[in-house]
């Protein structure tokens, strides 16, 4: 026992003297900040579009027929009047032949009443019957044209054709489609606008559309109608753009996402991390001091990283731009390359845990 004093005098010294130090402070918190500038804000309108060919047509069977020729090719070009597939005339063409002899004997007649006529040995009414008749024949050999005609289906327009269903020899029933035309040059594609954005839109304004096709690749256009009726129902309006194709990589009937921007502005930005949500109401961080201030700011459109700030901030302010979760009201601060208490020299400062 008496040699347990020492110890226990020596125990409660050393706890006296360690209860003297002071604890260690903290340093302010390392933050980065920059001036508030300005960036290029644009709003943006989308939608979904579906695109049309610029000119599209289904030739069909004007009658019930035999097809005698076909004359393209699957997916092929053709010309505006190229012949696309013949039917059987041989009917027609020997109703022709008939209808040229009477065409041309009633001429002949008529060029005989007529010489008569003229030397008063034919009366006016008879020349008025034989005018008739060969009026009469005449108007049969055109309908006999216009049949054969009608039987022999070109393209209206240059395009391309869509894949062959019909062969040569087989009978078709009247309106039975043998080929789809399609100008694919450019592309229409529509789409439609709620009412209450038609102010932000106008002919010849730029769009931007994207197909799941060409994720990568963009397709711009210009608006080039809208629509001059709303729709009740869905209280929207149809709108028409069109897109060059060369190459045709857009195809009718895709779905494209549309961008129309509508209008562009420059105003105050930060970075998105630079704001902070408390509810509905939004803050940044000022510096005044060395000391952050909380500022509440009114925000405006979130696009590349950035948030829009239309009130609340000036430009030129210092504003913190990383570090706001450390951050309270009134809380000091320290850049990269402020010096701490004790630190030694030349040796940076190390940042805030």
Same mark, same amino acid.
Request: aromatic residues 4%.
């Given at each position: 026992?008496?040699?347990?004093?020492?110890?226990?005098?020596?125990?409660?010294?050393?706890?006296?003297?360690?209860?003297?130090?002071?604890?260690?402070?903290?340093?302010?918190?390392?933050?980065?900040?920059?001036?508030?500038?300005?960036?290029?804000?644009?709003?943006?309108?989308?939608?979904?579009?579906?695109?049309?060919?610029?000119?599209?047509?289904?030739?069909?069977?004007?009658?019930?027929?035999?097809?005698?020729?076909?004359?393209?090719?699957?997916?092929?070009?053709?010309?505006? !009047? $190229? *012949? =696309?597939?013949?039917?059987?005339? &041989?009917?027609?063409?020997?109703?022709?032949?008939?209808?040229? @002899?009477q065409a041309l004997q009633a001429k002949q007649q008529l060029d005989r009443v007529q010489a008569l006529k003229s030397r008063g040995f034919a009366t006016a009414s008879s020349l008025d019957q034989q005018l008739a008749l060969s009026n009469a024949a005449r108007a049969s050999a055109d309908q006999a044209r216009a049949s054969i005609s009608d039987r022999v289906i070109r393209a209206p327009f240059r395009g391309w054709v869509s894949l062959r269903t019909v062969s040569p020899g087989a009978i078709v029933t009247a309106g039975t489609a043998i080929a789809t035309v399609s100008d694919i040059s450019r592309i229409k594609l529509d789409f439609t606008v709620p009412?209450?954005?038609?102010?932000?839109?106008?002919? !010849? $304004? *730029? =769009?931007?559309?994207?197909?799941? &096709?060409?994720?990568?690749?963009?397709?711009?256009?210009?608006? @080039?109608?809208?629509?001059?009726?709303?729709?009740?129902?869905?209280?929207?309006?149809?709108?028409?753009?069109?897109?060059?194709?060369?190459?045709?990589?857009?195809?009718?009937?895709?779905?494209?996402?549309?961008?129309?921007?509508?209008?562009?502005?420059?105003?105050?930005?930060?970075?998105?991390?630079?704001?902070?949500?408390?509810?509905?109401?939004?803050?940044?961080?000022?510096?005044?001091?060395?000391?952050?201030?909380?500022?509440?700011?009114?925000?405006?459109?979130?696009?590349?990283?950035?948030?829009?700030?239309?009130?609340?901030?000036?430009?030129?302010?210092?504003?913190?731009?990383?570090?706001?979760?450390?951050?309270?009201?009134?809380?000091?601060?320290?850049? &990269?390359?402020?010096?701490?208490?004790?630190?030694?020299?030349?040796?940076?400062?190390?940042?805030?845990?």
């Amino acid at each position: 026992m008496r040699h347990s004093y020492p110890l226990i005098l020596t125990v409660l010294c050393l706890a006296g003297c360690g209860g003297d130090k002071a604890p260690k402070q903290r340093p302010p918190a390392l933050v980065e900040a920059r001036p508030i500038a300005t960036a290029s804000f644009n709003d943006t309108l989308e939608a979904v579009g579906t695109a049309l060919a610029n000119e599209q047509v289904v030739l069909s069977a004007p009658v019930t027929e035999r097809i005698a020729t076909i004359n393209f090719s699957d997916g092929g070009y053709v010309q505006r !009047g $190229q *012949v =696309i597939a013949t039917m059987a005339i &041989a009917q027609e063409q020997a109703e022709l032949a008939a209808a040229q @002899a009477q065409a041309l004997q009633a001429k002949q007649q008529l060029d005989r009443v007529q010489a008569l006529k003229s030397r008063g040995f034919a009366t006016a009414s008879s020349l008025d019957q034989q005018l008739a008749l060969s009026n009469a024949a005449r108007a049969s050999a055109d309908q006999a044209r216009a049949s054969i005609s009608d039987r022999v289906i070109r393209a209206p327009f240059r395009g391309w054709v869509s894949l062959r269903t019909v062969s040569p020899g087989a009978i078709v029933t009247a309106g039975t489609a043998i080929a789809t035309v399609s100008d694919i040059s450019r592309i229409k594609l529509d789409f439609t606008v709620p009412e209450t954005r038609l102010s932000s839109i106008r002919e !010849g $304004q *730029v =769009i931007r559309a994207v197909s799941a &096709a060409w994720p990568d690749r963009p397709f711009n256009g210009t608006i @080039a109608t809208i629509d001059p009726v709303i729709d009740p129902a869905t209280r929207a309006v149809r709108v028409r753009a069109i897109l060059p194709n060369p190459d045709r990589a857009l195809k009718p009937g895709m779905l494209l996402t549309v961008s129309v921007v509508s209008r562009q502005r420059q105003s105050l930005a930060l970075p998105e991390l630079a704001v902070i949500g408390d509810g509905e109401e939004r803050y940044a961080f000022v510096l005044e001091d060395r000391k952050a201030k909380r500022v509440k700011v009114e925000t405006g459109i979130r696009q590349n990283g950035l948030v829009e700030i239309v009130g609340g901030l000036k430009a030129g302010q210092q504003v913190v731009t990383d570090g706001v979760v450390k951050l309270s009201d009134g809380a000091p601060v320290r850049l &990269a390359g402020d010096k701490v208490a004790g630190d030694k020299p030349g040796r940076a400062p190390k940042p805030a845990q």
